[in-house]
């Protein structure tokens, strides 16, 4: 996600005739606002995935820092849900 390529590439498959959809998988590293609601524009891209090392907060604290699943979680859906 912090790769400044990807809103080009987004940009060109978007446009793309053969591309239906657009998906996205991230790490869950943070990003500021103004990129992830970039990422909201493009009328194909339908799934924002990210990944956790583990399903339950006590292992994936473990191996991210502590409080990072509680965090990743709620950020994920707060800033999906939010207003620009």
């Not at 590293?29 to 524009?41: F, G, Q």
């Amino acid at each position: 996600m912090l790769k400044p390529e990807l809103l080009h590439l987004l940009d060109h498959l978007d446009q793309e005739s053969k591309v239906e959809e657009l998906g996205i998988i991230s790490n869950g590293l943070p990003m500021d606002r103004k990129r992830k609601r970039r990422l909201s524009d493009f009328p194909k891209s339908k799934k924002i995935k990210t990944s956790l090392d583990r399903a339950d907060a006590e292992t994936n604290d473990a191996i991210r820092s502590k409080g990072a699943f509680g965090i990743e979680v709620y950020q994920i859906f707060k800033e999906l849900t939010m207003s620009p």
